[in-house]
């Protein structure tokens, strides 16, 4: 596609849930009409073909591609639902060392040919593998979690995509694993506290919940379950990406509050602590 735009999801700190949000937000835009492709870019440790139920569909890997054994198109693995959600996977048995930022580079421009939104999953950390993730993307989406050494991780990333020449104007921010009730007693960080404290844009707030584990163990995305409507975040996230304009408390509105206890909720939520 010849305006095919690419992003780099990803952490300082692993554990925060940017895997499952690859795949979520890249099952919404693809319900949406949208060609998507997902690459697992974590080398060694490679967890999204479970995520999106792929994991015995896969034949060839990234690997592959890189040794010029297969071409790039004969290696995805089509989602089994979504006819047009693709993803590029990655080798267990390799290692972060076999692939460099410019084979990256070669395959997502090869990519974008073929898909309007390219999502790479990024190792967490700031090692090789994270180098070689973020240098073909265009905007960089960093997850956090509302724990403080979660933060501390993502704004240390944030200075290092800084330095492969990001900006503000491509950095953005999502937090996962809120919990309203406790952001509500000030006893966690709110998400505004966190987007403050990176001087990042929100792109979207996840709330905590069962089922994006449960979805995740039985490799079938929420953004596509009939079984929750936690699906509701998801699509407004992957609105905002389109470019609609969705009020961030929109990713709350699913929650279960009386109409006062929701709105002072959002208030708790949105309110700088003292």
Known sequence: ???????????????VGK?????????????KG???????????????????GLENRVVYTIIDVINGNKAVMD??????????LFLLPSSQVANKDMISP?????????????????????????ERGFKNAVVAAQHAIVVTTPDLTAISDADRVVGLLENQGYTEDNISLIVNRIKPKLVKKNEMLSANDIKDALALDLLGIIPDSED????????????????SNLHIVFDNISDRIL????????????????????????????????
């Open 75 to 84: 290696v995805l693995v089509k989602h089994k639902q979504l006819k047009n």
């Open 19 to 31: 895997t499952t949000i690859v795949a979520n937000l890249g099952a919404s835009l693809a319900k």
């Open 102 to 126: 410019e084979d990256m580079v070669n395959i997502v421009t090869k990519l974008s040919k073929h898909f309007h939104y390219i999502f790479i999953d990024s190792p967490a950390g700031i």
């Open 34 to 52: 949208y060609n998507v492709c997902l690459i697992d870019a974590d080398i060694g440790l490679k967890n999204l073909d479970i995520v999106l």
């Open 243 to 274: 470019g609609k304009n969705i009020p961030i408390e929109k990713d709350l509105s699913q929650l279960d509050h009386t109409p006062e206890g929701f709105l002072e909720f959002i208030k708790n939520l949105f309110r700088r602590r003292g």
């Open 212 to 227: 994006i584990l449960l979805s995740t163990n039985e490799g079938n995305p929420l953004s596509i379950s009939k079984g």
């Open 1 to 15: 596609m010849e305006n095919s735009k690419v992003f780099v999801i990803t952490s300082g700190k692993g554990g």
